[in-house]
C-alpha cells in the first residue's frame, strides 16, 4: 500500500508540474509574445495603405463605464482613459452610465456628481443614468449600448467597448485597441487583458497578504491562461468540434456595434455576463482577438471582499448548468455542440476553480504522511515562481510594480500560497448554498447583495 501511495503521489506530482510548468512558460513568454504582436499590428495598421486609412478615418471607439459605488475609483479611471484617447490617433468617446439606484441629489457626493464634474471637463463624454431594476454591470453597459446605437453612424465600424470602474489604461491602451481592429480588418470581438493589482497599498486587516496573494493569483490566470486561451480558441481555423470556444472578460471587452445589437448585449439573467456573452458568441463561431496590451484593475482588499467576489463569480461559472433553457434557441439550433461546449465550461471554469487546490493538498499531506519532501516543494515553488514571473511581465510591459521590501519577499509568496490553498473558499460555500436553499433566484441575489455590501465596506 505504501509503494502504490508513493507512486500515486509521483504521478500527481508530474501532472501538477506539467501543469504549472505551462503557466510558467506562458508567463515567461508573454511579454515578448505581446511586445511582438503589438509591433505587427501597428505595422497592419499603418495608413500608408489606402484601405488602411479609410478604416482609420472611419472607425470610431465608444468606451462605456458601468459605475455604481465607485466615487473614489472613478476619477483615477476617467483620467487615464483621457490619456489615453487623447495620445491615440482614433477618435473615441467615453460614456459613463451610473444607476438610479445610488443615492444622489444636492450636497451628495456620489458616483452621479463626480461622473458629471468629470465628463463636464471632456467634451467627449457623457453621463447616462440606468434605470433597471436591480443595479448590475451587465444592465448599464446595455444601456450604454442603446445611447451608441442611437447616436451612431454605421454600425459596422463602431465599437463598444466595456470599461471597469476601477481600472487604469495605460497611454497605448486606445492606440493599440484601434490597431488591433484595423490590423485585423474590423473583427467582430476584441479582449484587452490586465493585471489585479492597481490598489494593492490599499489592502488592510489580517488577511492583507491573502488578498494580495489572490490578487497575484488573478493576474497570473490571465498572464499564464487567458492570453493563450483567446489566441488558441479563436484562431482564424479552429479545428475540432469545440471550434472557437472561449471564455470572455467584462472590461476591455471591445464588441461591433452591429453585434452587440445582434446579440442583446449582456445577460441580465445570469451573474457571470461575460461568460455567458462569450458562450453565445463562440457558437456564433466569432473569434475573439487579443489586444496587446496590459492595463491594470483594482482587486478586493480585504480577505472577507476577496471570498465574496469570488463566491459571487462562482454563482455565474456553475449557473452554466442552467444553460439549457436559458439559450433555449441557441441550444435547439446545434443540440450537440451547445452540450459539448457547457461541458467544457463546466469544467473550465466552474469544476478548475472549485477543485484546483485539492492537488496541492494532496501533494502536501502526502509528503508528510509517506517521508516525501519533494512531493510538498511544488506549492511552494508555485508560489515563488509566480510572484517573480508576473512583476517580471509587469515591468516589461512598461507597468512596473512597486518594488518590496526583504519582508515582503517572504509575505508576497506566503500570500500566493495560501491563496493558492484555499482559493475555493468562496465557490464551495456557494455550493453548500445549492444544497440548502433551491430557489436559484434567491441564491444569486443574495450572494449578489453579499458582493455589493462587501465592495461598499471596502470604500469607507
Not at 462569450?278 to 482577438?289: D, K, N, Q
Amino acid at each position: 500500500m505504501y509503494s502504490f501511495l508513493v507512486v500515486l503521489s509521483y504521478v500527481v506530482l508530474g501532472g501538477m508540474v506539467l501543469r504549472n510548468g505551462a503557466f510558467w512558460w506562458r508567463m515567461w513568454k508573454q511579454p515578448v509574445r505581446l511586445l511582438r504582436e503589438r509591433a505587427e499590428v501597428r505595422e497592419a495598421a499603418s495608413p500608408a495603405d489606402p484601405r488602411v486609412a479609410k478604416l482609420r478615418e472611419e472607425i470610431v471607439l465608444h468606451y462605456i463605464i458601468p459605475a455604481f459605488q465607485e466615487v473614489e475609483a472613478l476619477p483615477k479611471t476617467f483620467h487615464a482613459l483621457r490619456r489615453a484617447i487623447e495620445a491615440s490617433s482614433y477618435r473615441a468617446t467615453i460614456t459613463v452610465v451610473t444607476s438610479v439606484h445610488e443615492p444622489h441629489g444636492p450636497g451628495t457626493v456620489s458616483t452621479h456628481s463626480v461622473a458629471d464634474e468629470l465628463c463636464a471637463e471632456f467634451p467627449a463624454a457623457t453621463r447616462v443614468t440606468d434605470h433597471s431594476d436591480v443595479p448590475s454591470m451587465a444592465a448599464a453597459f446595455n444601456t450604454g449600448v442603446r445611447l451608441v446605437a442611437e447616436q451612431a453612424g454605421d454600425a459596422s465600424t463602431t465599437y463598444v467597448v466595456v470599461y471597469n470602474a476601477d481600472s487604469t489604461a495605460v497611454e497605448d491602451s486606445v492606440q493599440a485597441l484601434g490597431d488591433t481592429l484595423v490590423g485585423k480588418a474590423l473583427p467582430a470581438v476584441a479582449q484587452i487583458n490586465f493585471l489585479s493589482m492597481r490598489n494593492l497599498d490599499r489592502t488592510t486587516g489580517r488577511g492583507r497578504w491573502f488578498a494580495i496573494g489572490a490578487a497575484y493569483y488573478q493576474t497570473r490566470w490571465a498572464l499564464g491562461f487567458e492570453y493563450d486561451l483567446h489566441r488558441r480558441n479563436s484562431a482564424a481555423r479552429r479545428r475540432g468540434p469545440l471550434g472557437h470556444s472561449y471564455h470572455l472578460k467584462g472590461h476591455g471587452l471591445a464588441l461591433r456595434l452591429d453585434v452587440a445589437v445582434e446579440v442583446g448585449g449582456f445577460s441580465t439573467a445570469t451573474p457571470c455576463e461575460d461568460l455567458e456573452l462569450g458562450f453565445r458568441l463562440a457558437l456564433r463561431r466569432l473569434p475573439v482577438h487579443v489586444v496587446p496590451v496590459l492595463e491594470n484593475t483594482e482587486h478586493p482588499t480585504t480577505a472577507t471582499a476577496v471570498n465574496a467576489q469570488k463566491r459571487y463569480w462562482y454563482s455565474g461559472m456553475i449557473d452554466v448548468l442552467q444553460f439549457h433553457w436559458l439559450l433555449a434557441e441557441e441550444r435547439a439550433a446545434q443540440p450537440f455542440r451547445f452540450e459539448l461546449s457547457r461541458l467544457a465550461s463546466i469544467y473550465r471554469s466552474a469544476g478548475c476553480f472549485l477543485l484546483a487546490p485539492l492537488p496541492y493538498w494532496y501533494l502536501l499531506i502526502a509528503g508528510l504522511a509517506l517521508g516525501h519532501p519533494l512531493l510538498a516543494a511544488l506549492p511552494f515553488l508555485n508560489a515563488a515562481l509566480s510572484a517573480w514571473l508576473i512583476r517580471r511581465a509587469a515591468k516589461r510591459l512598461g507597468s512596473p510594480l512597486a518594488p518590496p521590501s526583504p519582508a515582503e519577499w517572504v509575505l508576497l509568496p506566503a500570500g500566493i500560497l495560501i491563496w493558492s490553498l484555499a482559493r475555493n473558499i468562496g465557490p464551495v460555500q456557494y455550493v453548500w448554498s445549492m444544497f440548502t436553499s433551491a430557489d436559484r433566484q434567491k441564491r444569486l441575489r443574495t450572494t449578489h447583495l453579499r458582493h455589493l455590501e462587501d465592495h461598499e465596506k471596502e470604500d469607507v
